[in-house]
């Protein structure tokens, strides 16, 4: 089982991001997934959650209007496409497969001022 996420990087305040978690070793599409991110000295925080049709999305609130999360079932691969971003959301940024609770490594993303 790995989930694999990629995308992060250094961008400037307002910049944008798109993360990408692949998975294999089990079967993604049936499970429901979701981001989390840990910032330097704080606790792992939930980001964003999607069904494992893709029809069902929730986001916490500091992210809505800014952050979309989606999936393609095909490619075993959820995203996580991050807007205007702020220096607030510097952080790692984890994949999350929910019922197993299978996580991956993280990716970094830092903002800067």
């Known amino acids: 089982v790995q989930l694999v996420e990629s995308g992060g990087g250094l961008v400037q305040v307002g910049g944008s991001l798109r993360l990408s978690c692949a998975a294999s070793?089990?079967?993604?599409?049936?499970?429901?997934m979701a981001w989390y991110r840990q910032a330097p000295g704080k606790q792992r925080e939930f980001v964003a959650y999607?069904?494992?049709?893709?029809?069902?999305?929730n986001y916490t609130d500091s992210v809505k209007g800014r952050f979309t999360v989606s999936r393609d079932n095909a490619k075993n691969t959820m995203y996580l496409q991050m807007n205007s971003l702020k220096p607030e959301d510097t952080a790692l940024y984890y994949c999350?497969?929910?019922?197993?609770?299978?996580w991956g490594q993280g990716t970094e993303v830092t903002v800067s001022s």
């Open positions: 999607i069904s494992r049709t893709g029809y069902g999305t």
């Open positions: 070793g089990f079967t993604f599409s049936i499970w429901n």
């Open positions: 999350h497969c929910i019922t197993p609770n299978y």
